[in-house]
C-alpha cells in the first residue's frame, strides 16, 4: 500500500481469491472470524478490468464500480489499483493512493483440486501484525514459541519490517529459551515474484547488509551467514527462495563453540527443508 506521503506499508491477509469468469470470491480469516465478499469483475481489455463488490445474496451493488490493472505471470496475478481521493481527504500523509497485490495460483495435489479456503487460526504464531502466505509445519523436535512482535520488542527487531511465520524453540525447553530460531517472510522487495535472476539482487543486498557476519554459503537459491557477537552469542542466518518468496531462517545460541555452530546449522536447514516440503 502506498500512502500520499510516498510511505509504503507492507500489509497481508489470511485470504484467498477464487475467479469464475463472472465472480470473483474473497475469503478472509481473522481474529473476528470468518468473511466473506462477491464482487463482479469485466475485463475491459488485456491487463484491465472493471470489478464491483456486490451483495452476496441479492447481487445488488454495495460500492461504486473500480478499475484494476493486473498481469499474470507464471502462477502469479500481480493486480495494481489507484484509490480516488476526495477534495475533504487531500493533504492527509496516511490516506492510502494505490495499491499492489501478489497472489499466487494453488494448484491441484494429486489430481485433487484444491479446497480455497483461508489457513484458519494459526498454531504457530500470535498477534495482530500482518501474516505470512508461507505454509509452515512444525519439525520433530521443535515447538512454537508465541510472542506478539507488536508487544515483544526482542522479537519486533528480529523480524524487521517482514511478516512472522513463526519463532520456534527446541521441545521441552525452558520459560528463557536460550535457542531460537525466527522464520520470516522477506517483503522489502515489493509485491512481485522472485525469481532466480531477481534473487542475484538480494543475495548482493545480503552481503552488504550484514556486517561482521561471516558468509558461509551462496548459491543461487540461497545464501547465509554466522555471526559471532561479542556478547559471547552466535546467529546463523539463511535467506532462501521458496517459490518466488524470500524467507529470512534465523537460528540463535549462546556460545561460540564448534558445536553450537553445528547446532544452529541444522537447526535452519532443518527449518529451510520444511519450508520448501510445505510450499511445493
Known sequence: MTLASQKIRNQNGDCVGQYDGSFSHARCY???GNYEG?????????????????????HKPKAAPYEMDYRIEGDWLIIKRQFTVSPSEA?????????????????????????????????????????????????????PLLVDPAADRKAAL????????GAFVPSHASASPAQVVFVVDDTRYAPAPVRQAEFVAIRKRF????????IVCD??????????????????????????????????AEGKTEETTKF???????FSAQLLHDNK
Not at 462477491?38 to 441479492?58: F, N
Not at 499492489?100 to 495482530?128: E, F, M, N, Y
Not at 552481503?207 to 561471516?214: F, H, K, M, N
Not at 544452529?264 to 532443518?270: E, G, R
Open 219 to 252: 548459491q543461487a537459491d540461497k545464501i547465509c551467514a554466522l555471526l559471532q557477537q561479542s556478547n559471547g552469542a552466535s546467529v546463523y542466518t539463511e535467506l532462501v527462495n521458496v517459490k518466488g518468496r524470500v524467507a529470512i531462517i534465523s537460528a540463535s
Open 207 to 214: 552481503t552488504r547488509e550484514i556486517g561482521d557476519a561471516v
Open 38 to 58: 462477491l464482487s463482479t469483475y469485466e475485463v475491459t481489455r488485456p491487463g484491465h478490468m472493471l470489478a464491483m463488490l456486490i451483495d452476496p445474496v441479492t
Open 91 to 143: 493533504g492527509n500523509p496516511d490516506l492510502p493512493i494505490s495499491m499492489q497485490s501478489l497472489s499466487i495460483r494453488v494448484k491441484p495435489t494429486d489430481g485433487v483440486a484444491p479446497v480455497c479456503q483461508p489457513q484458519g487460526k494459526s498454531s504457530i504464531r500470535i498477534g495482530r501484525t500482518s501474516i505470512s502466505s508461507l505454509a509452515l509445519s512444525v519439525p520433530p523436535g521443535w515447538q
Open 30 to 32: 481473522n481474529e473476528a
Open 264 to 270: 544452529l546449522h541444522t537447526a535452519v536447514q532443518t
Open 158 to 165: 528480529a523480524i524487521g519490517p517482514g511478516f512472522l511465520v
